[in-house]
């Protein structure tokens, strides 16, 4: 993406990748996760605040840090990490409300060509089948093959 993004460390398995919001609302640690799902290779993409209680990801909070397109622009360089660590990996991405998978369709579109150049891209639909990905629809989430 064309927008400046954050500085994120990781670990040696590159599963889990942590940055800082820095914004209006002060330093906001994030934290971004890709968790295996049931079949090899497929891999849901978490994403969040970091909780100082669990140690895990709360993707509940609404941060409104006001640096949105640069956090955006961090989770999506970690997925070109994460893939470059493993190429074979498929990354399914959807929001924990309506509003964020939302806010994802929205990044998606905006910077569709530059995605393409790198990724197949794939909405979910209402009915759970799966169409390339085209601006404007509306999906439950989004898989980058």
Request: aromatic share 16%.
């Amino acid at each position: 993406m064309k927008y400046s993004r954050y500085n994120y460390s990781t670990e040696k398995d590159s599963t889990i990748f942590e940055f800082t919001s820095i914004g209006t609302k002060g330093n906001i640690r994030k934290l971004v996760q890709f968790t295996e799902m049931n079949i090899e290779n497929y891999y849901n993409l978490g994403f969040g605040d970091y909780d100082n209680t669990t140690g895990e990801i709360d993707d509940d909070i609404i941060t409104n840090n006001g640096d949105s397109l640069k956090v955006l622009a961090t989770v999506v360089s970690t997925v070109y990490a994460f893939t470059a660590k493993y190429p074979k990996a498929y990354v399914y991405a959807t929001g924990s409300t309506e509003v964020r998978t939302r806010l994802y369709r929205m990044g998606i579109t905006n910077n569709l060509e530059e995605i393409k150049t790198d990724f197949y891209v794939y909405g979910l639909r209402n009915d759970n089948t799966f169409e390339a990905f085209v601006a404007g629809e509306d999906y439950l989430g989004f898989f980058l093959l």
